[in-house]
């Protein structure tokens, strides 16, 4: 052991430069700065190592080391990487030396990760997840804030308990959103992430400090077997691939780019720029290396090596749109098959890239290829807009079958082994089921069904030893299903567009997915996790509008989103109905007639109905055109409440409340559409506000005869979106949302002047509502960013922003909080008094 010499420094023994040494052999990134160097050498050899004594030291062996100025200072590692016996034990130690160096606050005890090293921010997950004790780390709530989003993200991967798998799911729901977030963006997203896990308590610690907290949401959109969402655009091709020893995904897009990108973390490796858009690739080994065949909109096929984006050569042939690509093995060498717009299917050797064989058969355009093993020979199996699947025989290029009776195109097709029988499965565009056909016989074995629009991509993969299905498609959701039991074993939830793309890999031996669309970020998930239970759902369609209003002398949220209203009780979430409106749900309006709740419904095809909201029930149609009914709204018609449409058709309809009355009260035509509609007060007398698509705001008196349009105020918005009506210094005023503006306008409704502007959203502005505050007058707006502001109204000025976890929809005030609809979800607000 260390022993002081003459000039001051320690005399080490070789035991004492292993205790030395030791701490370094376990650091990660750039290194351990010196401080912390010697607090891991004292926890991990029980020996009082100085700061000084580590300093001394280091001079001495500096050959060992390499020396990295970072910005928290320098830091250092050693120059060979070394072996780590009794890592566990060693990892945990490390992590709760780590832990001890956070100070506390000395009011509330909890640790002040704000003032925490940068290598305990960057790498504490690492060394928990490797000690296997990152769990309890995650039951600190700060930490989740402060941690570096990217070394979290990582070490989530590791084994955990089943306790730790809320938070865990928890922060990887909008990662992509969070982790490039201002650390009170990160704690508002990471908040309502939990509150959409039901997780009220961790919600509420999350929040603090926030001017607003959850009180409670739906967890439609989330699924624990997420593990990452890739931010940028979307994706029209996907597959996957291992490079150096890890799984890649390896996905196209129609603006030329092909991204290589790594399936743990999503850092992106390589981009490979092609001559137009990619919209079909797969990949394959070639002499060893990893390559990928990719197939553009205007008839182009490469070859790229994956390890350089070298190109190897070009497959040149096909004229058109190649919509079809895929990779297999023939003999031991690597082939690919390409198709698309000249109904042409072409084999490819691609050691040398020559055509092996030119398939004729297709009558139309051919978008699928799947492969199989039939009686011993390989074969390529393809779908297209001809209604047919069409089977060929890769050694000889013969047509073997064709599988006729698809309504419409074959977009999506998938081979496997089923009982030891190779199957294809068809998914074509004019059903939201899939079809399993056995390959030997030709014969149908199944039908799934469950999708609630067209299927357009499908990935075989085997589950717990048995051959199951992913499907996807218009409904925004990837399915899973066992095909040894044909039955649906998973849903997974989240993407905000169609999902066009599935790929299936490993990762650290677990099956792993990829999914995505044209206009849907790629997901990737862990299908073994697939099957775990989720949050609470709620709509499965994108919630459009949102109202309160009281039931039983109690506030509930009405939401219309998919085909249904909700009911939902403001203070819990308890869901008090789910009304069927039959078509998709545009926009709603709640009141209160003689004590009973009422909301005006309306949707597409011209669907709008009143229903009693107490009784859950439709008290009366509301008939029109078959046009969209985009705005509803109560207005005041001689002191009793009168529902109010307007529909694509221009024009606005006022409707009684009671039943048997077949025709509305009133009937005008507009200009233009009427967008957004809202009751007001205008020198003492009721009117009704519309805004519409030629940016111009409307009073409308519904009462008397003559000219109903009593003031017309032209706004300079390329076209009204949204508007909401307030009272300010006594007078009413409008607040207005246009097209894709970042400003919103105040109007003065008495003298049709502008009285300010809201300025400076990142984005366009979606939706606006009014809520008022003690004696101040509030608007709420959302942009397009996700982000929810408020505004004081009097001198238009910004009070508050709330980061979203996603882009929001709708909003409405109850009181002092707020009510979203976000994607598909609910989301309350508390204010934090």
């Known amino acids: 052991m260390a022993n002081r010499n003459g000039a001051g420094g320690p005399t080490l023994d070789s035991d004492d430069e292993a205790a030395l040494l030791r701490p370094l052999t376990f650091a990660e990134g750039a290194g351990l700065p010196l401080a912390l160097w010697a607090v891991l050498a004292r926890a991990l050899s029980d020996h009082p190592w100085t700061a000084q004594d580590v300093s001394v030291f280091r001079d001495q062996v500096g050959e060992l080391l390499v020396e990295t100025q970072t910005p928290g200072g320098v830091a250092y590692r050693l120059r060979s990487r070394r072996d780590r016996p009794g890592e566990r034990q060693t990892q945990q130690a490390i992590t709760s030396a780590l832990l001890a160096e956070v100070s506390r606050d000395g009011g509330s005890g909890h640790r002040d990760w704000s003032a925490a090293a940068p290598y305990v921010v960057d790498h504490l997950a690492t060394h928990a997840a490797a000690g296997g004790v990152l769990d309890d780390v995650l039951e600190d709530a700060e930490y989740l804030v402060h941690a570096s989003p990217r070394g979290l993200l990582r070490a989530l991967n590791a084994p955990g308990s089943t306790q730790g798998r809320v938070r865990r799911s928890i922060y990887r729901t909008s990662f992509h959103v969070h982790a490039t977030a201002t650390l009170p963006e990160r704690r508002d997203i990471l908040a309502i992430d939990a509150a959409r896990h039901g997780e009220t308590g961790l919600s509420r610690e999350l929040s603090r400090g926030r001017p607003f907290r959850p009180r409670w949401a739906t967890g439609t959109m989330i699924h624990p077997a997420l593990r990452f969402t890739r931010t940028g655009l979307g994706v029209d091709a996907a597959a996957c691939t291992v490079i150096d020893g890890r799984p890649h995904a390896v996905t196209g897009c129609y603006d030329s780019n092909v991204r290589v990108w790594d399936l743990v973390d999503g850092t992106e490796r390589l981009v490979i720029t092609e001559d137009d858009g990619v919209y079909a690739l797969d990949c394959a080994e070639i002499d060893g290396r990893p390559h990928v065949v990719t197939g553009t909109c205007s008839g182009g096929v490469r070859v790229w090596d994956l390890e350089t984006g070298a190109e190897r050569f070009a497959l040149k042939g096909h004229k058109g749109w190649i919509r079809a690509v895929g990779c297999t093995v023939i003999d031991g060498w690597p082939h690919a098959v390409t198709a698309g717009e000249d109904c042409l299917v072409r084999l490819w050797d691609l050691v040398d890239g020559s055509e092996r064989a030119r398939m004729v058969g297709h009558t139309d355009e051919v978008r699928a290829v799947a492969f199989?093993?039939?009686?011993?020979?390989?074969?390529?199996?393809?779908?297209?807009?001809?209604?047919?699947?069409?089977?060929?025989?890769?050694?000889?290029?013969?047509?073997?079958?064709?599988?006729?009776?698809?309504?419409?195109?074959?977009?999506?097709?998938?081979?496997?082994?089923?009982?030891?029988?190779?199957?294809?499965?068809?998914?074509?565009?004019?059903?939201?089921?899939?079809?399993?056909?056995?390959?030997?016989?030709?014969?149908?074995?199944?039908?799934?069904?469950?999708?609630?629009?067209?299927?357009?991509?499908m990935s075989c993969v085997d589950l717990g030893g048995r051959p199951h299905l992913l499907t996807a498609g218009g409904d925004c959701t990837v399915r899973v299903w066992d095909l040894t039991e044909d039955t649906e074993r998973a849903v997974l939830t989240g993407h905000q567009g169609r999902v066009e793309v599935l790929a299936c890999t490993e990762v650290g031996g677990r099956p792993y997915a990829v999914s995505g669309g044209h206009s849907a970020s790629p997901r990737v998930w862990d299908l073994g996790d697939a099957a775990l239970p989720t949050p609470r759902e709620g709509h499965t369609g994108t919630v459009q509008a949102v109202g309160v209003v009281k039931i039983d002398r109690r506030p509930h949220v009405v939401t219309g989103g998919d085909t249904t209203i909700r009911v939902w009780d403001l203070a819990d979430g308890a869901e008090r109905h789910t009304l069927s409106h039959g078509h998709r749900v545009e926009a709603l309006a709640c009141t209160t007639v003689d004590g009973s709740p009422y909301a005006a419904v309306g949707g597409c095809c011209g669907a709008a109905r009143i229903w009693d909201l107490a009784a859950g029930t439709a008290v009366r149609n509301l008939p029109g055109p078959d046009h969209r009914v985009d705005a509803v709204a109560w207005a005041d018609v001689n002191g009793r409440p009168h529902a109010v449409t307007s529909d694509q058709d221009r024009t606005v309809r006022v409707w009684e409340l009671g039943e048997g009355v077949e025709h509305p009260l009133l009937t005008d035509r507009t200009r233009s559409a009427v967008?957004?509609?809202?009751?007001?007060?205008?020198?003492?007398?009721?009117?009704l506000l519309t805004g519409s698509e030629d940016a111009a705001l409307r009073l409308w008196r519904l009462t008397g005869k003559g000219r109903r349009v009593t003031a017309t105020i032209h706004t300079g918005h390329h076209w009204i979106r949204a508007l909401a009506a307030t009272d300010l210094d006594g007078r009413p005023h409008a607040v207005t949302v246009g097209a894709n503006d970042t400003a919103v306008q105040v109007w003065d409704l008495t003298d049709g002047t502008l009285r300010s502007t809201l300025p400076g959203h990142p984005s366009g502005v979606v939706t606006v509502a009014c809520a008022m505050r003690d004696d101040r007058r509030d608007a709420i707006t959302l942009d397009g960013s996700g982000t929810v502001h408020v505004w004081n109204l009097a001198p238009a000025l910004l009070r508050e922003k709330i980061a979203l976890p996603a882009r929001a929809q709708c909003v409405t005030a109850a009181g002092p909080d707020l009510v979203i609809g976000m994607g598909d979800d609910v989301v309350v607000l508390d204010r934090d008094h």
């Open 372 to 457: 199989a093993e039939v009686a011993g020979r390989p074969v390529a199996v393809t779908g297209g807009c001809d209604n047919t699947t069409r089977l060929w025989d890769l050694e000889d290029g013969v047509e073997r079958a064709v599988l006729t009776g698809h309504p419409s195109t074959v977009y999506a097709l998938a081979c496997t082994v089923i009982d030891g029988v190779p199957h294809v499965i068809i998914g074509s565009g004019g059903e939201r089921a899939v079809r399993v056909w056995c390959l030997t016989d030709g014969s149908e074995r199944a039908v799934l069904g469950g999708h609630t629009s067209w299927i357009s991509a």
């Open 675 to 687: 967008r957004a509609m809202e009751p007001v007060t205008v020198d003492g007398r009721p009117h």
